[in-house]
Structure formats: C-alpha cells, structure tokens
C-alpha cells in the first residue's frame, strides 16, 4: 500500500465550481498535513497547513484533516481559470527532530474552464 | 516577496560527470531541503540539513549525493557521477522552523537535471 495516495486526474470544472481534492494515507504517524499548488514546470507553493484534525480555512480554501480516516480534503470555492494546476498533498510526522520528511501525493491536476 | 532561487534553471550534463545544483535559501531561513519529482513521478525528499549537518536523509540520497553550505547564503547539492536515472526536477526548499507556528517552508523555482 502506498503511504500516500491521490488521484492523478484530470480534474475538469467549470468556472465558478466548488472543487473537492482528496488524498488518503496509511502512516497513522502524520500530524502535519499540508496541499502545495504546482504550475507546470515550477515548484510546489504553499497553499494551506494544518495540524492534526479539524478544519482551516483561507480565502476560498478550505483544508479539512479526518486522522480516523487517514483522510484530507482540500476545498476550492469559486473556482477561477488560475486556480488550474497540479494540487499536492504532503504530511509529515511529529516529533522534536529538526528538517523532517514531506511525504507527497502523486497530485491531482485540476483544470477550471471558463 | 522572499524566495528561494535556484541556479541554475535547466542543466544537461554527461552520465559520468558531476554536477552542482545551487540554491540561495531564504535569508533568516534555518532549515533547508533538498526534494526531487522525476518526471510524471512524486516530489520526493533527497535530505534535510540544520546547523551544518545533514539533519535527515532517504534512501535515495547515497553515497553519490552530499550537501553543502559553503557561505552564508548558498546551498548546494552536488551529484558526483550522474547517472541517467538522476535525470529529474531538484527543488531546494528552505523553512525557518520544523512547521511549528504557522511557519511554511518555500521551495525554488527547481533545476531541470537532464543526464545524457
């Protein structure tokens, strides 16, 4: 089983949509849960962080982390054509140790069609 | 806006031959990365490095790969004899502390590696 799982896509809305983006994962040892956006050919950017479960919201985002169902959603509301792109999820461990891991998703790539 | 730059952009080089990737961490930045996405594939952690010295590392970071931060500024990667399968993306990412307080950690714009 893959420690972290994602759907590929694509992931095709029409403008103004609420997008839903998912990812499931097996290391009941993640605490911090993050989702990057990546652009074609550029690094990942950080979009939301949370810590352990519960719901955070920014703007049109919103990250929502179930830990008893080793499950994170990222909500996208009122989606705009330049909010396509590839979304990443990414969660790491917690403990004292300085520079720990990401563990990445595969992505999803989202395309919002005006 | 702070940013991580990498140098540099796109870089061909021959199986066999070494190479440096270069990064410029954000400057009051304490903890810097290394991640690489082959093509189609994850970003996957290479190394993690705190108070010069290599804090974490993967599987895939082997003998082959070392770090350094030779200044102040600078952050290097260096592969010492590439092989095809090094052919990938390399983002360098920089974070002020272990994702404690809301901080975030910053990847560069990345260095396509593309061994021939």
């Known amino acids: 089983q893959k420690e972290v799982e994602q759907d590929p896509g694509p992931l095709s809305v029409p403008e103004g949509a609420i997008v839903s983006l998912n990812c499931t994962y097996s290391?009941?040892?993640?605490?911090?849960f993050m989702w990057y956006r990546q652009y074609s050919r550029k690094g990942p950017e950080l979009l939301m962080y949370t810590y352990s479960s519960g719901n955070k919201e920014d703007g049109r985002f919103t990250a929502q982390v179930d830990k008893s169902s080793k499950y994170i959603s990222l909500f996208i509301r009122d989606s705009q054509p330049s909010d396509s792109a590839t979304y990443l999820c990414a969660m790491r461990g917690d403990n004292n140790n300085a520079g720990n891991m990401l563990t990445f998703g595969g992505g999803t790539r989202l395309m919002v069609k005006p | 806006e702070p940013e991580v730059t990498q140098t540099p952009s796109h870089q061909v080089t021959q199986m066999g031959q070494e190479v440096i990737l270069r990064c410029v961490p954000i400057?009051?930045?304490?903890?810097f990365y290394w991640y690489r996405q082959i093509l189609g594939q994850k970003v996957e952690f290479l190394v993690s490095f705190y108070n010069n010295e290599i804090s974490e590392k993967s599987e895939i970071f082997d003998d082959q790969f070392s770090v350094e931060r030779p200044d102040g500024s600078n952050f290097t990667l260096k592969i010492r004899s590439t092989k095809l399968e090094d052919s990938a993306m390399y983002f360098c990412?920089?974070?002020?502390?272990?994702?404690?307080?809301?901080?975030?950690?910053?990847f560069g714009q990345g260095t396509r590696l593309t061994v021939v």
């Open positions: 400057s009051n930045h304490l903890y």
């Open positions: 990412a920089s974070s002020s502390w272990t994702f404690v307080f809301d901080t975030e950690a910053f």
């Open positions: 290391n009941s040892a993640f605490q911090y």
